[in-house]
């Protein structure tokens, strides 16, 4: 298959729709069973709410997995790839939905995670070379395996750290996911294209329940999750021979997650803070407590996605001199967004937002 018919597109769109509406049963049924998540001072709810609303994600994009496996063959990977994303899919879901069980350590937490992404680098699915302006393609060979690792923990735990507002991390991983699966599409990049499809669909089957108002949380199953795939597929991106697909368009999609992340750990670091405890500095918290409305906030982020969307169709269809140029422009945005949320923090007297 190299070219998609109208026919083919709806079918796509026919099979996402199913697989939205299980998506949604699967989070009703989540509402009901009534795993709690309890307020807490670093926590922006007021009253317990059911969480888990990540399951109906995650069981909705490996049933479409499974479906494609068994019928969707123009969007296989190579079978030690193929099975790789499964059971790093079917590994890191695990190890979420038992930390929303048991509310692991972060060092326990993040050593499950690195179990998780193992089952990925096993199976070779790690960069392998990455490619440069006027370079061309530059070899890293063994080196790309803890690149791989480290690219693969950041991102997930961004994504997790990033879900405290409400759609704030499933509506910036439903953007990501329909530029990045458009832009797939484009090149013919199937199994990206497929993938993205269904994170798609289990997003769009949860965040009814999560936005404006929360009837339900993702948790660390649907967060981790999501940040999980989207580094995984950016990995994929990478890797397919004679395909112009960038694993750099993802961590432009995610340009405002992984931005206030980074930012947050430098300053606490800088700070003398433990990283590794739970806290409420992050940028879109401060921003938050200092008075933006928190609808407001998490639609300022799904602009920062589609910004980073934006800029990386300009990125595919900029000439290689102009290239790095573009990877900077999502910063633009951030060191503006910066600037505002620490004035809105001395202005609101939350001094050094702790």
Same mark, same amino acid.
């Given at each position: 298959m190299t070219t998609m018919t109208a026919a083919a597109v709806l079918r796509h769109l026919a099979l996402a729709t199913l697989l939205a509406l299980c998506?949604?049963?699967?989070?009703? =049924?989540?509402?009901?069973v009534r795993m709690m998540d309890t307020p807490e001072v670093r926590k922006a709810h007021d009253r317990p709410t059911p969480k888990g609303g990540g399951v109906g994600i995650v069981l909705t994009f490996l049933i479409g997995i499974a479906i494609l496996y068994g019928f969707g063959e123009f969007a296989r990977l190579a079978d030690p790839y193929f099975r790789g994303v499964i059971g790093a899919s079917v590994a890191i879901a695990l190890v979420a939905f038992l930390d929303d069980l048991y509310d692991w350590p972060f060092t326990v937490k993040l050593g499950a995670q690195v179990l998780a992404a193992c089952v990925a680098l096993g199976t070779g699915?790690?960069?392998?070379?990455?490619?440069?302006?006027?370079?061309?393609?530059?070899?890293?060979?063994?080196?790309?395996? $803890?690149?791989? =690792?480290?690219?693969?923990?950041?991102?997930?735990?961004a994504m997790n750290f990033i879900d405290g507002l409400n759609g704030l991390a499933s509506g910036v991983t439903l953007i990501a996911a329909l530029f990045l699966g458009s832009i797939a599409a484009m090149h013919q990049a199937w199994f990206v294209y497929a993938a993205c499809g269904l994170l798609a669909a289990g997003i769009a089957g949860f965040l $009814?329940?999560?936005? $404006?108002? =929360?009837?339900?949380?993702m948790g660390d199953v649907g967060s981790q999750f999501c940040g999980f795939i989207l580094a995984v597929l950016a990995v994929v991106a990478g890797r397919i021979e004679g395909?112009?697909?960038?694993?750099?368009l993802v961590p432009v999609l995610l340009s405002g997650v992984l931005y206030d992340v980074a930012f947050t750990l430098v300053r606490r670091w800088k700070d003398g803070e433990n990283v590794t405890q739970p806290h409420r500095g992050h940028l879109y918290?401060?921003?938050?407590?200092?008075g933006v409305p928190a609808p407001v906030v998490t639609s300022i982020h799904w602009g920062f996605a589609v910004f980073g969307g934006l800029?990386?169709?300009?990125?595919i269809a900029a000439p290689w001199s102009v290239k790095p140029f573009v990877l900077l422009l999502p910063l633009l945005p951030q060191l503006v967004w910066t600037w505002y949320v620490v004035r809105r923090a001395r202005a609101a007297g939350l001094g050094r937002w702790g």
């Amino acid at each position: 298959m190299t070219t998609m018919t109208a026919a083919a597109v709806l079918r796509h769109l026919a099979l996402a729709t199913l697989l939205a509406l299980c998506s949604a049963g699967i989070v009703r =049924a989540m509402i009901a069973v009534r795993m709690m998540d309890t307020p807490e001072v670093r926590k922006a709810h007021d009253r317990p709410t059911p969480k888990g609303g990540g399951v109906g994600i995650v069981l909705t994009f490996l049933i479409g997995i499974a479906i494609l496996y068994g019928f969707g063959e123009f969007a296989r990977l190579a079978d030690p790839y193929f099975r790789g994303v499964i059971g790093a899919s079917v590994a890191i879901a695990l190890v979420a939905f038992l930390d929303d069980l048991y509310d692991w350590p972060f060092t326990v937490k993040l050593g499950a995670q690195v179990l998780a992404a193992c089952v990925a680098l096993g199976t070779g699915l790690y960069i392998q070379d990455y490619r440069l302006p006027y370079f061309g393609a530059v070899p890293i060979g063994w080196f790309g395996v $803890p690149v791989t =690792a480290v690219w693969l923990l950041f991102a997930t735990n961004a994504m997790n750290f990033i879900d405290g507002l409400n759609g704030l991390a499933s509506g910036v991983t439903l953007i990501a996911a329909l530029f990045l699966g458009s832009i797939a599409a484009m090149h013919q990049a199937w199994f990206v294209y497929a993938a993205c499809g269904l994170l798609a669909a289990g997003i769009a089957g949860f965040l $009814p329940f999560n936005f $404006p108002k =929360a009837r339900i949380f993702m948790g660390d199953v649907g967060s981790q999750f999501c940040g999980f795939i989207l580094a995984v597929l950016a990995v994929v991106a990478g890797r397919i021979e004679g395909v112009p697909v960038s694993f750099m368009l993802v961590p432009v999609l995610l340009s405002g997650v992984l931005y206030d992340v980074a930012f947050t750990l430098v300053r606490r670091w800088k700070d003398g803070e433990n990283v590794t405890q739970p806290h409420r500095g992050h940028l879109y918290q401060v921003a938050h407590r200092s008075g933006v409305p928190a609808p407001v906030v998490t639609s300022i982020h799904w602009g920062f996605a589609v910004f980073g969307g934006l800029c990386c169709l300009l990125f595919i269809a900029a000439p290689w001199s102009v290239k790095p140029f573009v990877l900077l422009l999502p910063l633009l945005p951030q060191l503006v967004w910066t600037w505002y949320v620490v004035r809105r923090a001395r202005a609101a007297g939350l001094g050094r937002w702790g």
